[in-house]
């Protein structure tokens, strides 16, 4: 389609972060901080897991691709929103604003479902630790990979095939971070309601499907791990709920956007920071960094780089 043909809006303005500029600049070093450690902690990951002999196990291949998802998530929003806190008009092409939400929704449905499967593998561990090697084999991590990609990339071609034949020809003006689905949608010239349907019942349904997915999952460890041994249950209790706020973190604030999308108000771009910003940078910290078997591994790697 030729959107020049039938719109008139070529580019949309980001609202983003409006504010005193010294204010502007505090958001600037904050954020570069965080995305520099998020793309460094998820590179350190990616590279452990692939180069470590140690480290070629079910589990660690899942987190392995968790990482490579939070650094691709992280990358289609951050960079811009901080480039846009230095400059004085914050814009974004009509066609740039929808490969945005194109990867963004690509990326993020490909990581809700890639939890769904690193808290299976949790649950086989812990509650059938016999079968772990046989249920858990190589044909089901590569089956499980490969469908978290598959139901991103349906995920967000359902709703980019939609969108992406819209026009627009009003207003122009995204009161976001970076272009976002239901604030763009309401930008366009024709009655979306029907759309905006479709968006709460795929994007808002199958974040609080996942979520509920996750909590069950972790409901069900814990109580394993209570019936067995009361001394692991701390453990396993302080590990889970670490999981849980992170998890939380993600789901809730695509949640509270997806499924109430069209009744916005000032605090969503805050809330788009969690799950765009904050959560890519947590998820190495909480379920890798911490883990003792990935800092042996990162240590002997290291060693291995400065000695050759």
């Known amino acids: 389609m030729d959107l020049k043909n039938e719109s008139v809006v070529t580019e949309f303005i ?62 289609v929003t951050t960079p811009k929103m901080i480039t846009d806190l230095l400059a004085e008009h914050k814009t974004i092409s009509i066609w740039g604003c929808m490969t945005q939400m194109f990867f963004m929704h690509f990326f993020g449905g490909a990581e809700m479902t890639l939890l769904i499967a690193m808290a299976f593998d949790r649950y086989v561990a812990i509650c059938k630790p016999l079968h772990y090697r046989t249920i858990m084999s190589h044909r089901l991590l590569k089956g499980f990979v490969i469908l978290s990609w598959i139901i991103g990339l349906i995920h967000t071609l359902s709703q980019m095939v939609l969108i992406v034949n819209l026009p627009f020809c009003g207003p122009n003006v995204v009161d976001s971070i970076f272009c976002d689905l239901p604030l763009v949608i309401k930008l366009a010239c024709i009655q979306t309601y029907t759309l905006e349907l479709f968006v709460i019942a795929d994007s808002g349904l199958l974040s609080l499907i996942c979520f509920i997915l996750l909590l069950v999952s972790y409901a069900v460890i814990l109580v394993t791990v209570w019936q067995r041994s009361s001394g692991g249950l701390s453990k396993a209790l302080s590990t889970l709920s670490a999981h849980v706020i992170v998890v939380t973190l993600f789901f809730g604030p695509c949640i509270f956007i997806y499924a109430w999308p069209f009744n916005s108000f000032a605090g969503n771009k805050i809330l788009s920071v969690f799950y765009t910003v904050i959560t890519p940078f947590l998820n190495p910290i909480i379920y890798t960094l911490r883990n003792q078997k990935m800092q042996v591994a990162m240590r002997k790697l290291r060693f291995l780089l400065v000695s050759s």
Do not use: K, R
Not at 39 to 54: H, K, Y
């Open 14 to 75: 980001l609202i983003g972060f409006s504010g005193q500029w010294e204010l502007q600049i505090l958001f600037f070093v904050t954020f570069s901080l965080v995305y520099s450690a998020t793309a460094l902690g998820n590179i350190l990951i990616i590279v452990t897991v692939t180069f470590s002999a140690t480290l070629h196990s079910p589990m660690y291949f899942l987190l392995g691709n968790l990482s490579f998802l939070d650094m691709c998530l992280s990358t």
